[in-house]
C-alpha cells in the first residue's frame, strides 16, 4: 500500500527556521516525483514545487522560488521542505504527494497524498 | 501560467441529483493534461480524474470527466452522502502547474 507520512503540526515564531517531512512506503521511493503543495486556511491548493528523489533534480513554482528549498534523503525514503526564515503568511497546511504515472509514462497529477502538516506562524 | 475558473463556486444538490462541475481554462491544456480532486473538511484531496476522463484507481464509476482544449467537466451522476465536498481541478500540460478554485458541492 503506497503511504506518504508527513511530520507533524508545528507552531513557530516569525523569523524562525523549520524543515518538515514527508515518508514515503509501499513504492520505489526513487522511482517516483514527489510535490509540494500549500493551502492556506480557508483556501484553494497552490503548487510549489517538485523533485524526484533518485537524483535529487528539483524544479519550483516561480511563486515559491526563493522562498523554499525542497530536499530528498533517498536512504530513508523522505522528502522534505523547508524555510530559514518563517513568515506569518506561511501559516498554512502543507501536502507532500506522488506524481502519478500510467501507461509507463509518469505525469504532474498528484495520485498519493500525505495528511498534511499545520505550520502556524505567529509570534 | 494557465489560469483555470471553475463553476459555480457552490452547487447545491440533495443525494440522488446529477453533479455537473466546470473547469475551464485560460488557454489551451496540451493533450487534456487535466485532473479533478476531491477533498473533504479536515481531510487530503484525493485525486477522482486524470488525463480529463481517466478514472484513478478505487473511484467509482459515477465520477466521469469529459472535455479537451479549454473546457472540462466533472459529472457525478447520482449523488452519494459522501461525494458533499470541495471538488478543485488541475492542469498538468504546462509549468507551473496551477490549481482552479473549487466548486463546494454541498446539501440543499
Known amino acids: 500500500e503506497v503511504q506518504l507520512v508527513q511530520s507533524g503540526a508545528e507552531v513557530k515564531k516569525p523569523g524562525e527556521s523549520l524543515k518538515i517531512s514527508c515518508k514515503g512506503s509501499g513504492y520505489s521511493f526513487t522511482s517516483y516525483w514527489i510535490g509540494w503543495v500549500r493551502q492556506m486556511p480557508g483556501k484553494g491548493l497552490e503548487w510549489m514545487g517538485i523533485?524526484?528523489?533518485?537524483?535529487?533534480?528539483?524544479r519550483y513554482s516561480p511563486s515559491f522560488q526563493g522562498q523554499v528549498t525542497i530536499s530528498a534523503d533517498k536512504s530513508i525514503s523522505t522528502a522534505y521542505l523547508q524555510w530559514s526564515s518563517l513568515k506569518a503568511s506561511d501559516t498554512a497546511m502543507y501536502y507532500c504527494?506522488?506524481?502519478?504515472?500510467?501507461?509507463?509514462?509518469?505525469?504532474?497529477?498528484?495520485?498519493?497524498w500525505g495528511q498534511g502538516t499545520l505550520v502556524t506562524v505567529s509570534s | 501560467e494557465i489560469v483555470l475558473t471553475q463553476s459555480p463556486g457552490t452547487l447545491s444538490l440533495s443525494p440522488g441529483e446529477r453533479a455537473t462541475l466546470s473547469c475551464r481554462a485560460s488557454q489551451s491544456v496540451s493533450s487534456s493534461y487535466l485532473a479533478w480532486y476531491q477533498q473533504k473538511p479536515g481531510q487530503a484531496p484525493r485525486l477522482l480524474i486524470y488525463?480529463?476522463?481517466s478514472r484513478a484507481t478505487g473511484i467509482p464509476d459515477r465520477f466521469s470527466g469529459s472535455g479537451s482544449g479549454t473546457d472540462f467537466t466533472l459529472t457525478i451522476s447520482r449523488l452519494e452522502p459522501e461525494d458533499f465536498a470541495v471538488y478543485y481541478c488541475?492542469?498538468?500540460?504546462?509549468?507551473?502547474?496551477?490549481f482552479g478554485p473549487g466548486t463546494k458541492v454541498d446539501i440543499k
Open positions: 488541475q492542469q498538468y500540460g504546462s509549468s507551473p502547474l496551477t
Open positions: 523533485i524526484y528523489p533518485g537524483d535529487s533534480d528539483t
Open positions: 488525463g480529463a476522463s
Open positions: 504527494a506522488r506524481l502519478g504515472c500510467s501507461g509507463g509514462s509518469c505525469y504532474n497529477y498528484f495520485d498519493y
